[in-house]
């Protein structure tokens, strides 16, 4: 739509732009076009927009043939949206951005998100969508220039801060192009600023506790003049050996700092053991035949190695929501590294029966005890990777201590989310956890009572 025909519409529908929604229109077509051409969109993806407007984006988005969730908080709008758009492929929550759950969006195969999101809660929108993990593989965000300009800073300019390396340290920031205030109608105070994020690779940077980073983080930049020894000293007694450890200097500010110091900082603050146990090749597991009978034992590494019969035990734990808890795995894993897993999992140990390594595998993988049934036993076969599976299930609302050798993190999922989550990206799974949640699905087994 031109101006003309932007506010010609708006009266129709009797829609006076609101300042605290954010309600300004885009009426330059070729930057609509442009924009969505960033997002390569093909017909088998899933976009979610938020503030769609009048729907400058929208009918770009929906001529590349993708399906389109608009999540618009004006009802007079998402009626045009509905009126001016009668397809199946668009689909319109008329509610408020911050409230949707974005969980849902695993059960898309390809999530690409867009939006011009309002000026006055961006920075909430933004941290709500790309909390990580998340399901959306790209991000194109119309947002006011200074939000823009600080995603995108670089160490020692005055527009670096937290929320830079809160966004930076999971995503790459492209800041890709000025957009002036006279195409928006009614014109806002400050131009705007298009950017693209998109999800860093595993190990492009080295490996982290998040939270204990967030901490550290927000409490450098807590006071920006202060010299951050004096800032952290509560959290990083020696800094000194911090100093000479992240290669930065006693009297350091927070700006000064890049996101790989943050990273060694952090690191330096709390060492964790994220590498997987130097021995852990040579521990030493039952080897079994067809029908699950003890022939001896061998080292991990010549039962992997050889792919010999072994046993393993998969645990799924329920909160009273009736949600699952799954666990992603580590980088640091020797098999089928950084997907998602049962809520915990490992091999049976020569000399152990099943029972015992349940158990145990909760207490080491989330430090916490409860009790466990069996369910199920599953074959050893390629797709479990040679392994008789007995897989147990249990009650536990958390919180967990995560063994960080084993998980990067984890987190409680609705039931039928897993189920259309596995259906639509498996490559996000384990072989063993789907091969165990199929299995269970087929058993209806009621919800676990408390215990």
Sequence with gaps: MNLSEIDATLREIRVSPVKTLGQNFLHDRNLARWIVERAELRPDDYVVEIGPGLGALTGFALASGAHVLAIEKDARLASFLRERFPTERLEIIRGDAMKYDVRALYAQPEVKFIGSLPYNISSQVLLRFTKYPSPISLWLCMLQREMARRLTAQPGTSDYGALTLLMQSHYRVDYLRTVSASVFLPRPDVDSALVKITPRVADELPNFNSERFR????????????????????????????CQACHFNLTARAEELSIEQWIALSNFAQPEDTALDNNGNAEDFAVVDEGDCVLGEAPRATVHGNNLRHRAVHILLFNRKRELFLQKRSRFKDRHPCVWDSSAAGHVDAGEDYDEAASRELKEELGVTTRLARVLKLPATQETGEEFIWLYRGLHDGPFELARSEIELGEFFPSDLVTAWVSARPKDFAPGFAACWKAFLQLEQPEPSPV
């Design 215 to 242: 901490n550290l983080v927000r409490l450098g930049f807590s006071q920006r003049r202060k010299q951050l020894g004096k800032l952290l000293r509560d959290l990083v007694t020696n800094w000194g050996g911090a």
